[in-house]
């Protein structure tokens, strides 16, 4: 009976989790999530499944398969709804470090982010340069984004992202102190430079490895556009998308450390 029960979870966490599934297949827009289709790789044995039913083999498992984070900074905007309508529509999961000043603006964007099941980080208060900043500066512009996050969400986050990747000792320290780890990235398609979806495009697929983290802007309706492309490239390819927290699961993530990738030590 016991078997049973935990089969039953697992294959609903598998259901929940279809969005990780390589195939990117666009659902009608008509289908509700319940009634959606399973992705074709879930129908198959999952090596997941196979493994046992420890719970890291519940969620996709970026140890044995090819993962990509996605990643979307500087929001939630108002170009954000239509991001998460091309995510929703390809059952993609990604994950979003949002602005604090932009959160007061747009909390019910935020909520959304996490109710269809993406991810979210700290991207600062006003996306000022951390690095020039005392602690006690560091302190005021992570701190107050974490507690509107957790406001309007009832969540803490885990991870951080510097505005403009900038960062130093002192930006490491405040979030160790905060419990964040500090999230770069592995692929940077310039998408706020070039605000050219083909551009944009191209660049993702011909950068993009095993394991990475990408960095785009939600806030850009160029970005946007590039994005289905971007899934259908990446998921003939192999490659699942996963949120960063999954993409790091079973490796040691630290706070205060930084991470652009999946370690493959
Ligand atoms: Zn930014």
Not at 21 to 29: E, R
Not at 97 to 115: A, K, S, T
Not at 186 to 203: E, G, I, T, Y
Request: aromatic share 4%.
């Amino acid at each position: 009976m016991r078997r049973i029960v935990l089969m039953a979870g697992l294959i609903g966490t598998l259901v929940a989790c279809g969005g990780s599934a390589g195939n990117v297949k666009p659902m009608h827009a008509a289908e509700t999530a319940s009634s959606a289709p399973l992705p074709v790789s879930l129908k198959e044995p999952d090596p997941d499944v196979r493994r046992g039913l420890r719970p890291e083999y519940t969620r996709t498992n970026c140890a044995v398969l090819k993962c990509v984070a996605l990643t979307f900074d500087d929001g939630p905007a108002k170009e954000t709804e239509l991001l998460l309508r091309i995510l929703a529509r390809y059952g993609v999961k990604a994950t979003f470090f949002v602005v604090g000043r932009m959160v007061e603006e747009n909390p019910d964007i935020l909520r959304r982010e996490l109710m269809e099941g993406h991810e979210i980080g700290n991207h600062s208060w006003s996306h000022t340069s951390l690095a020039a900043l005392s602690p006690d500066g560091v302190r005021a512009e992570l701190g107050r984004t974490q507690a509107a996050i957790k406001t309007h969400t009832g969540r803490d986050t885990t991870l951080m992202r510097p505005p403009y990747g900038a960062t130093n000792e002192r930006v490491a320290a405040v979030a160790r102190e905060l419990g964040l780890a500090e999230i770069m990235w592995a692929v940077d398609p310039l998408d706020w430079k070039d605000r050219d979806s083909v551009q944009v495009r191209r660049r993702v697929l011909e950068q993009t490895g095993p394991g990475d983290i990408v960095l785009l802007h939600d806030i850009h309706l160029s970005s946007i556009e590039a994005v289905p492309e971007i899934l259908a490239g990446l998921a003939e390819r192999g490659y699942r998308f996963v949120t960063v927290s999954e993409l790091l699961a079973g490796t040691p993530v630290e706070s205060g450390r930084q991470y652009r990738e999946r370690s493959t030590t």
